[in-house]
Structure formats: C-alpha cells, structure tokens
C-alpha cells in the first residue's frame, strides 16, 4: 500500500508527489496520458505564466534554476542583485482584461515589507517544461509514475482508498485528484461541484496566417468578442461569446476557426494552414470542499475557471505546496488535530477568489452596450496609483494572507527571504521541505523548545524588518513572529499548533557558518 495514490500527472500532480517524497512517503502517480509530453503542452499551445509567488516556491526547493532554464528563461533576470539592501522594484507587466498597466505605477510603499530574492519576478514557461522539470524532481524522490492508466473507479473506507485505472487496482492510505478540470476523482469521490456557466467559448490555436498583417499583436477587443495574437510565430487565441455551446461539441476544423476569427475580428483573414487548436470555455466551478473522508483535491480538479489573466498554474502549485507537508504529516502520525483540514480552509477562499477574478474580466468583455461603460470604469480606477497596486497585489502571488487567527501582520503571509550575516537565506533553509525557525535574537532562547519537525537558525539578520524571530511553515508561510526579545509561551503554543508535541529525538546536525548556527532537528 502507498502512502499516496495521486491521479494526475500534470505540474500540479508531481509537485505534490515531490512534497511527499520529500517527507519520506511513498506515493504513486496514476496519469492518463500514455506519453509524458504532447502537442497541447510545447509552445505555444502549451504557453503558460508563473507569477512570482510560484517562482518564489520553487526556490524554496531547490528548482528555480532549472524552472527558468527549461523554459528558456536566465535565471539572473527573475531574482534581485544578491548583494541588494532592499527589494527591487517590480518589473514585470500585469493585465486585467487584457488592459495592460504599467509597473512603475505600482506604490511599493503601500506592499507588505519584502526583501531581495532570488525569486522577485514570474515568467513564462509551458506545461512541458514545468512538467519536465517536476517529473525529473519527483523520479529522483523516489515516485512512481504509470502512464496510460486513467482513473475509473475510487472506493474508500476508514482506513485507505483503492483507486482503478487503467484495468489495475491501486490502493493507499490517502487519495489525492490533480486530475484536471473534468476530473475522474471529483466526480467518482461525489464532490459538490457548484458555480457559474460560461459565457463564451474559447479558442487556443497554432496556424498559419495567409496575411498576417491584418491582425495586429496583442489582445484585440471588438463589438464580437476578443482576439490575441502573441510574439510567438502562428499562436493566435479567440474569445467568442456563444455560451459555451460550441466547446468540444464538435471537431474544431480551418473552416470554423477562420469563421469566428473574421467574425470577431471584422476582417476578411484568412487561415490557410490549422496545425492545432483546442477549446475551452469561463465556466466558473469550484467544489465546496477540497476533502471527502480520505480523498482530496488539487488543481483544476478542485476548481476550474476561464484562462483570463493565466492564474490556473500558479493557483494550483499553490494548492500543491500547502497540501504537501500536512498531508505528509497526516501520514507520518505527527500532525496536530485538524492540520490537514486547514488545506481547504485556506485554499478554498483563494480558489474563489480567482474565479471571481476571472468573473469580473469576463464581465468588462462581454459584447453589448453595458460591458464597454464597465471596461472604462474599470480602466480608468486601474490607471491610478491605487488601482494599479491593487491588480499587482491581487496577481502577483506574492501577497495572499492566510487568516490564523493573528493581527500581526507578517503572521499568515509568505516569509520574506531573510538573510543571515554570513549569507544563508530562509529559502535555502526551507529545501528539505520542514518548518524553519529564525532566531535574531542575542540568546538564542528558542532553540531548546524546537525538537521536532522544525529546523533552528539563529544569528544576526542582515535586515531582520523588526523581528527577533519568526516560525516558518514548510510552505514558506509565517505562522509566528516574535518581538526582538521573543516569548518562549507564544512561540512554543505556535509550534505545537503546526508541529505537534516536541519529541525527544535530538539534533540529527548542526552547520555552524559565519554567525549563523542553523540545528537539523528532524
């Protein structure tokens, strides 16, 4: 028996099954597809966006690097000058409805206190490079991956769940679904399945235009819907508002693509080559929990919403990451009560949240006379200092706050990467998937109540923003900070709340480097 039995493959799959591994569980990964790669995953069909709190997870393990590489990115130019004092500024562009803000609008002053990272800035990559990079990590750990074995049958009792797929029976102690926006899972395990249907259907093509110049670059809004062309050679994507009824009802042929294209676009285009095309429609659908008994869900198998605005990844690997190390201390009997029920206590408010966001674009772009009033309203709020900084707050990933029962604002945000005198940074620290303490302060007062799942460092930070000390989550959220002289009562409260009761195991380790002692309490 597995400790995990995941269905699904995709980025989302394997990088929970990474999690896992990582913890010392045993996992297996059922995918459907009989091959690791397709024509739906390379460019530019397969064009995806990582926004920066997804990169900044992948530092986190270890994966940044490759992350970049794979997808044709140097991995300089999405971090800061190691050597910086502050943050830099925000570079990347952003987009609400296609209406592209400037970076330089964005008030930094009025974000949460960051510091300079390795991870400061998202990308693009695509579902083959990210599905590379996470199968290679997720092979090494250890997991099992069998292909061609789609999931037909998910039965439960008290104490494991047997998953058939592929004419095989797989059993394990815990199921989990990444498997995509018509998942088996969902629907075999009897999860609610509630929201909104679409208002168009959307098109994703790889062609050839016969006068390319009619067709300008970028997104293009009309009285008929929307189109977009990209920098990349033939990529070319469609928003036609018919209510979702053409959606994968029929083959989607050169003669109906170029149809709606001149529709939409008003002009007499031609396509004289379809090499690919896939639909998809803004059906807005989440489940109403992301647990039943001891089946979960993760990805766009537990929510699904239009590509507007390109959040899916990254709200899923978010998903991955927070469901990782509770479901991994489920298993390994440390887990609090109640640990793992946080997933969808935290997860859920963030998955709605972005479908509302997706809602709310949809709205400006509908054609008739209302949405084109909305899309100027909303257009103009967005070229104000304020507006822009809210659309960067809501996108970037960056600075989602998890409510745990805290006013103090660091508590239930991602950590900024704090950094030790002798160079050691916090997303060095969280690589082997544990909660990290940081101690500041001069006595080190904490390093005694940390036996357990938790990894001590303490030193002088080279800016530690008004902290004495801080306990991070594996997931790289703050779940306590202390004062400069911290309290030994609160801290140790926090650390029972996530980690269990201490046990009496010792130090595995200790590094000792230039002013940093950092103690491996595994």
């Given at each position: 028996?597995?400790?995990?039995?995941?269905?699904?493959?995709?980025?989302?799959g394997?990088?929970l099954?990474?999690?896992?591994?990582?913890?010392?569980?045993?996992?297996?990964?059922?995918?459907?597809?009989?091959?690791?790669?397709?024509?739906?995953?390379?460019?530019?069909?397969?064009?995806?966006?990582?926004?920066?709190?997804?990169?900044?997870t992948f530092?986190?393990?270890?994966?940044?690097e490759?992350?970049?590489?794979?997808?044709?990115?140097?991995?300089?130019?999405?971090?800061?000058?190691?050597e910086?004092?502050?943050?830099?500024?925000?570079?990347?562009?952003?987009?609400?409805?296609?209406?592209t803000?400037?970076?330089?609008?964005?008030?930094?002053?009025?974000?949460?206190?960051?510091?300079?990272?390795?991870?400061?800035?998202?990308?693009?990559?695509?579902?083959?490079?990210a599905?590379?990079?996470?199968?290679?990590?997720?092979t090494?750990?250890?997991?099992?991956?069998?292909?061609?074995?789609p999931?037909?049958?998910?039965?439960?009792?008290?104490?494991?769940?047997?998953?058939?797929?592929?004419?095989?029976?797989?059993?394990?102690?815990?199921?989990?679904?990444?498997?995509?926006?018509?998942?088996?899972?969902?629907?075999?395990?009897?999860f609610?399945?509630?929201?909104?249907?679409?208002?168009?259907?959307?098109?994703?093509?790889d062609?050839?235009?016969?006068?390319?110049?009619?067709?300008?670059?970028?997104?293009?809004l009309?009285?008929?819907?929307?189109?977009?062309?990209?920098?990349?050679?033939?990529h070319?994507?469609?928003?036609d508002?018919?209510?979702?009824?053409?959606?994968?009802?029929?083959?989607?042929?050169?003669?109906?693509?170029?149809?709606?294209?001149?529709?939409?676009?008003?002009?007499?285009?031609?396509?004289?080559?379809?090499?690919?095309?896939?639909?998809?429609?803004?059906?807005?659908?989440?489940?109403?929990?992301?647990?039943?008994?001891?089946?979960?869900?993760?990805?766009?198998?537990?929510?699904?919403?239009?590509?507007?605005?390109?959040?899916?990844?990254?709200?899923?690997?978010?998903?991955?990451?927070?469901?990782?190390?509770?479901?991994?201390?489920?298993?390994?009997?440390?887990?609090?009560?109640?640990?793992?029920?946080?997933?969808?206590?935290?997860?859920?408010?963030?998955?709605?949240?972005?479908?509302?966001?997706?809602?709310?674009?949809?709205?400006?772009?509908?054609?008739?006379?209302?949405?084109?009033?909305?899309?100027?309203?909303?257009?103009?709020?967005?070229?104000?200092?304020?507006?822009?900084?809210?659309?960067?707050?809501?996108?970037?990933?960056?600075?989602?706050?998890?409510?745990?029962?805290?006013?103090?604002?660091?508590?239930?945000?991602?950590?900024?990467?704090f950094?030790?005198?002798?160079?050691?940074?916090?997303?060095?620290?969280?690589?082997?998937?544990?909660?990290?303490?940081?101690?500041?302060?001069?006595?080190?007062?904490?390093?005694?109540?940390?036996?357990?799942?938790?990894?001590?460092?303490?030193?002088?930070?080279?800016?530690?923003?008004?902290?004495?000390?801080?306990?991070?989550?594996?997931?790289?959220?703050v779940?306590?900070?202390?004062?400069?002289?911290?309290?030994?009562?609160?801290?140790?409260?926090a650390?029972?709340q996530?980690?269990?009761?201490?046990h009496?195991?010792?130090?595995?380790?200790?590094?000792?480097?230039?002013?940093?002692?950092?103690v491996?309490?595994s």
């Amino acid at each position: 028996m597995h400790d995990a039995v995941i269905a699904g493959g995709g980025p989302v799959g394997l990088f929970l099954a990474g999690e896992l591994a990582l913890s010392g569980c045993s996992v297996l990964v059922l995918e459907r597809d009989p091959e690791p790669t397709s024509s739906l995953k390379v460019l530019p069909l397969g064009l995806r966006g990582l926004n920066a709190g997804s990169a900044e997870t992948f530092y986190r393990r270890g994966l940044l690097e490759a992350m970049a590489r794979a997808s044709g990115v140097d991995p300089r130019k999405v971090g800061a000058d190691p050597e910086a004092a502050e943050a830099p500024d925000p570079r990347e562009l952003i987009h609400f409805a296609g209406m592209t803000l400037a970076a330089a609008g964005i008030d930094t002053s009025a974000l949460p206190p960051r510091l300079p990272s390795p991870a400061t800035e998202g990308f693009m990559t695509s579902l083959e490079a990210a599905g590379s990079v996470l199968c290679e990590r997720a092979t090494a750990l250890g997991v099992e991956i069998i292909r061609n074995a789609p999931v037909s049958g998910v039965a439960q009792d008290v104490a494991s769940v047997l998953v058939t797929a592929g004419g095989q029976e797989y059993q394990g102690r815990w199921s989990v679904g990444c498997d995509g926006g018509r998942s088996a899972v969902r629907r075999l395990a009897g999860f609610e399945f509630v929201g909104t249907e679409p208002l168009f259907t959307g098109y994703a093509a790889d062609v050839t235009f016969a006068d390319p110049d009619q067709l300008p670059l970028g997104f293009n809004l009309t009285p008929n819907g929307m189109y977009l062309r990209t920098p990349l050679e033939g990529h070319l994507g469609m928003m036609d508002f018919d209510g979702g009824t053409f959606d994968r009802s029929q083959p989607l042929t050169r003669e109906h693509l170029q149809t709606v294209l001149r529709r939409i676009s008003g002009t007499d285009v031609t396509l004289s080559e379809v090499r690919l095309a896939s639909s998809v429609t803004d059906r807005a659908m989440q489940t109403t929990t992301y647990r039943e008994g001891r089946v979960l869900l993760a990805g766009d198998a537990a929510h699904i919403h239009s590509p507007l605005g390109g959040q899916g990844l990254d709200l899923g690997i978010g998903d991955a990451v927070d469901l990782g190390w509770k479901l991994a201390a489920t298993v390994r009997g440390w887990a609090p009560e109640g640990l793992l029920d946080t997933y969808t206590t935290e997860r859920h408010p963030v998955g709605a949240a972005v479908l509302d966001w997706s809602r709310a674009q949809v709205a400006t772009m509908k054609p008739g006379p209302n949405a084109p009033a909305l899309r100027q309203l909303v257009h103009d709020l967005m070229r104000t200092t304020d507006g822009t900084t809210h659309v960067y707050r809501k996108t970037s990933g960056l600075f989602n706050r998890y409510d745990l029962g805290s006013e103090q604002p660091f508590i239930g945000c991602s950590a900024p990467d704090f950094r030790f005198g002798d160079g050691t940074r916090l997303g060095e620290l969280l690589r082997h998937g544990q909660g990290v303490v940081l101690d500041f302060s001069t006595d080190r007062v904490l390093q005694v109540a940390t036996k357990g799942r938790i990894r001590y460092a303490a030193g002088p930070a080279r800016n530690d923003l008004g902290l004495g000390a801080a306990l991070i989550r594996p997931d790289g959220v703050v779940a306590w900070a202390g004062a400069p002289a911290p309290n030994r009562d609160t801290f140790e409260q926090a650390a029972a709340q996530w980690f269990g009761a201490p046990h009496n195991q010792g130090p595995s380790s200790e590094i000792i480097g230039s002013g940093v002692v950092v103690v491996d309490t595994s």
